[in-house]
């Protein structure tokens, strides 16, 4: 496999899924098939629109968030150079470290039994977001994702998982960043109940809660399975923490 986007570099070319959308879903159908080898040409990236980096630079934010704290303060100091200046020894680096802590995941739980539901951080609310509007081109799936991790870590905040402070540090990285934070008022307003069907549909759940991985501090999250928000308290929530 020769992923030539920074998305694919970081988590696609990873893992083993090969998981398809559906009318249902975001990623319901699939299989996993691991590649015999990945090769990571950053020549590539070169190619790439601003927007297409945001999308994979959104997992490399959430590699960080749910592993390694000074990760974290790291890309919190390069961003700037990932982003705008597109350094690419910088780039190398981000992207060797991501690679090494979502690979962490996999060799624990390759079929997402347990452990590896971990990398899901902000993806429920995401693949809700990206279902209720059709996959539409509009929002793609990083910038979806990077609306999920600071709805999650919102919701983190009100549940008392993590303190103000770890929330208060992360939405000043998307501000100074000027990373998508939170969903078109409209939007919302118009697909709240289609976001929470589609998050409920999520391949994560059973039985009519939503499991949800939420964060406790940078570089920590809640357990597989210790979160579990019902349909009706989704759709109260939803709207306080956009």
């Known amino acids: 496999m020769i992923p030539s986007t920074l998305l694919a570099q970081v988590d696609a070319s990873?893992?083993?899924?090969?998981?398809?959308?559906?009318?249902?879903?975001?990623?319901?159908?699939?299989?996993?098939?691991?590649?015999?080898?990945?090769?990571?040409?950053?020549?590539?990236?070169?190619?790439?629109?601003?927007?297409?980096?945001?999308?994979?630079?959104?997992?490399?934010?959430?590699?960080?968030?749910?592993?390694?704290k000074n990760f974290f303060n790291w890309i919190n100091k390069n961003s700037k150079n990932i982003l705008e200046k597109l350094n690419l020894e910088i780039l190398k680096l981000a992207i060797v470290k991501s690679c090494k802590i979502k690979s962490h995941f996999i060799l624990m739980d390759e079929k997402e039994k347990n452990e590896r539901m971990i990398l899901n951080f902000g993806h429920t609310f995401a693949h809700g977001i990206e279902a209720a509007s059709n996959f539409s081109r509009k929002i793609n799936h990083g910038e979806a994702v990077l609306i999920g991790i600071i709805l999650a870590t919102r919701l983190s905040f009100r549940k008392k998982l993590c303190s103000f402070s770890t929330l208060n540090k992360i939405e000043d990285f998307y501000n100074v960043n000027s990373l998508p934070s939170k969903l078109d008022k409209n939007f919302l307003k118009k697909n709240s109940n289609k976001i929470v069907k589609y998050m409920v549909n999520d391949k994560k759940n059973t039985g009519d809660r939503i499991s949800l991985i939420l964060l406790k501090k940078i570089g920590k999250t809640s357990n597989p399975g210790q979160v579990k928000i019902t349909i009706g308290e989704m759709k109260k929530i939803l709207k306080n923490i956009n």
């Open 14 to 68: 990873i893992g083993g899924k090969t998981g398809i959308n559906s009318s249902k879903g975001k990623n319901l159908i699939g299989s996993f098939y691991q590649p015999k080898l990945v090769i990571t040409e950053l020549g590539f990236l070169k190619s790439l629109s601003k927007r297409n980096l945001v999308c994979g630079f959104a997992e490399i934010l959430k590699h960080s968030l749910i592993y390694d």
